[in-house]
């Protein structure tokens, strides 16, 4: 008879290294799942966004502009 084995849940707290936001710690050398966490913390952190936003230089009438069109844009779609 094969034994099986059985591998320990991984939980999100197992993987969290205090003191560092954005670094994760690969338990049972699970690499797919801490990448998936990784990416996770990075896309609600903010930074991807950022990192896309400086990618040109906006002027700032433009990010005024934009901003009113997000608004009114959001504002009719509330009203409907």
Do not use: H
């Not at 993987?15 to 797919?32: A, E, F, H, Q, R």
Request: aromatic content about 10%; overall charge positive; proline content about 2%.
């Amino acid at each position: 008879m094969k034994e099986k084995k059985f591998q320990k849940k991984v939980k999100k707290e197992d993987m969290i290294v205090w003191g560092s936001p954005l670094s994760v710690k690969v338990v049972d050398g699970n690499i797919d799942l801490a990448i998936k966490f990784w990416k996770k913390k990075l896309k609600d952190s903010g930074k991807i966004e950022e990192l896309k936003e400086r990618r040109y230089y906006t002027k700032p009438s433009e990010k005024r502009r934009k901003e009113l069109q997000q608004t009114r844009r959001f504002v009719k779609f509330k009203n409907s």
